[in-house]
């Protein structure tokens, strides 16, 4: 058997912490299309931590766009396998042993989420193209990073070819401007929110179109939200159209829009 490809980091995690994910993957047209395309609907959880209680979140909310998809978990840490097959016994989801690998799955969604944080920047360029080579056909790839209890979250989507889009999630009830998500940028981008880099430009345009239209808040911080969006769209970023009653705050832009310069 092949060695999991990667290396053992915190297992912190908590129940609901990837909920704002799990809504947008359900919602997601492109997710959505790939599942239901999928010959075979395998869904990857990489690096689910101490407890499996998010695979099986994902499982459950998943199985809302096709009731047979299968969710399989994977942990670099046999410990937290054998304590997920344990804690799980009952529950319709695999757990086994793997790492960027994906343990010789070819699956059609890979979420890997506060995984790659807690790796140096240089590693993810790798672990992104171990992992798109395992991917069944139109397969894709959440890589996301989110707080504690999941109020803030940014995520990038992947296919085969590479990243497609960033997405910012937030509880617009626990911000005070936008930029309050950049310390959960996904790690690709957390090291360029400075001045002259795109993801900087992003997140300053958006806090300064937060600030002007505050006269929205009176109808609370989503219909604000939803005013910020419109007026960034109004400046030309190229937002993707938000779903029509969300109640989280979501922001998805093309990669090309934030992508870092090469090193
Ligand atoms: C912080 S926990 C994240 C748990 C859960 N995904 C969440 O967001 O709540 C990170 C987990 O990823 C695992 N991990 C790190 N690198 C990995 C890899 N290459 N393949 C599989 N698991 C990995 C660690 O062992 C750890 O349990």
Not at 20 to 38: E, F, G, I, N, Y
Not at 177 to 188: H, M, V, Y
Not at 191 to 206: D, F, K, M, R, T
């Amino acid at each position: 058997m092949v060695a999991p490809v990667g290396q053992l980091t915190r297992g912190t995690t908590g129940h609901n912490r990837l909920r704002r994910c799990d809504r947008w993957l359900v919602h997601s047209p492109r997710v959505r299309t790939a599942l239901q395309s999928a010959a075979d609907p395998l869904v990857v959880d990489l690096g689910y931590g101490a407890l499996p209680v998010t695979t099986l979140e994902l499982a459950s909310r998943i199985r809302t766009v096709r009731t047979d998809v299968r969710v399989i978990g994977l942990e670099i840490d046999p410990q937290r396998v054998s304590a997920a097959r344990a804690a799980a016994q009952n529950d319709s989801v695999d757990f086994g042993l793997g790492g960027f690998e994906l343990a010789g799955h070819h699956p059609v969604l890979v979420r890997a989420f506060n995984v790659l944080r807690q790796y140096p920047e240089d590693a993810v360029a790798a672990a992104w193209s171990t992992m798109t080579a395992r991917l069944a056909p139109g397969g894709l790839i959440v890589d996301g990073t989110c707080d504690e209890i999941g109020r803030r979250c940014g995520w990038v989507l992947l296919d085969g070819n590479g990243p497609v889009s960033l997405t910012l999630a937030c509880d617009p009830f626990a911000i005070e401007r936008p930029s309050d998500l950049a310390e959960r940028l996904p790690k690709i981008l957390i090291h360029h929110n400075v001045s002259g880099q795109p993801i900087n430009a992003l997140l300053a345009a958006a806090d300064h179109a937060w600030a002007s239209v505050v006269g929205h808040g009176v109808f609370g911080p989503r219909e604000r939200w939803r005013a910020m969006l419109n007026m960034l769209r109004d400046n030309g970023w190229p937002l993707e159209p938000p779903r029509r009653r969300m109640r989280d705050g979501v922001l998805t832009v093309p990669w090309a829009t934030v992508a870092p310069p090469r090193p």
